[in-house]
């Protein structure tokens, strides 16, 4: 059963430090997301990766916030000073496109910035 | 930008009772997807919807897509325990890479009363 798996579910941590959420797509899979997700704000799309390569991360501050990919089975988000702002959950998606439209999302990473 | 509008934001209904989600945009729309989220999980894929007035059913779940394309709605019937969680639609809008980037509704809070 193939899913997207997200390390670490939970985290705690200082404002000031880094932050770093990793995030395994399904095996095959061609675009991966990151998303953002708070009471206030909703689901939002933070950026974006196709076959690796960044297309869109119009959503992402880009004072603070990185994201990567490696390689194909790895996408990483960096938060680098983190704010009690950034407190929420960060759900990582991933896709085959233009083959299936459906975004098979993993667990979150539930981050609590103090 | 596309605007994308969920009513209502919470429904409390009897298990048994049916319960309706719209979803309104502001513009017209090549598709439009949906998902659920329970409590405490991550968004779950249930359908996508392409063609003007399209009516899909999925055991006690009917989604419907506007014939001007601008609106879509999921109904259940004799909702149950299970059916618990937050409902999305999920808007595609165009990139330049294609129709992959999903603009999240606010979400309809579905809680049954046993």
């Known amino acids: 059963d193939a899913r997207v798996t997200q390390t670490p579910r939970h985290k705690v941590t200082e404002m000031g430090q880094e932050v770093t959420m990793r995030c395994q797509p399904i095996?095959?899979?061609?675009?991966v997301f990151w998303y953002r997700q708070t009471m206030m704000q909703g689901l939002e799309l933070l950026a974006y990766f196709r076959n690796r390569a960044p297309l869109d991360d119009s959503g992402m501050p880009k004072d603070r916030f990185s994201a990567e990919m490696p390689d194909a089975t790895l996408a990483t988000l960096k938060i680098q000073p983190s704010e009690p702002r950034d407190s929420a959950v960060y759900f990582c998606?991933?896709?085959?496109?233009?083959?299936?439209?459906?975004?098979?999302f993993g667990p979150g990473t539930r981050l609590t910035v103090l | 930008g596309q605007q994308v509008m969920q009513i209502p934001q919470y429904q409390h209904v009897q298990e048994g009772e049916d319960f309706t989600t719209y979803c309104n945009s502001s513009t017209t729309l090549s598709n439009i997807q949906w998902y659920k989220q329970r409590p405490g999980g991550h968004p779950v894929f249930l359908i996508q919807l392409v063609k003007s007035g399209e009516v899909k059913k999925q055991k006690r779940l009917t989604f419907q897509f506007g014939e001007a394309k601008k609106n879509s709605s999921l109904h259940i019937t004799a909702t149950q325990t299970t059916d618990v969680g937050t409902y999305f639609c999920?808007?595609?809008?165009?990139?330049?890479?294609?129709?992959?980037?999903?603009?999240f509704g606010t979400g309809t809070r579905l809680t049954i009363i046993p």
């Open positions: 095996l095959g899979h061609n675009t």
């Open positions: 999920a808007p595609h809008g165009r990139s330049n890479f294609g129709n992959e980037k999903l603009t």
């Open positions: 998606a991933s896709g085959f496109y233009p083959a299936q439209d459906e975004q098979f």
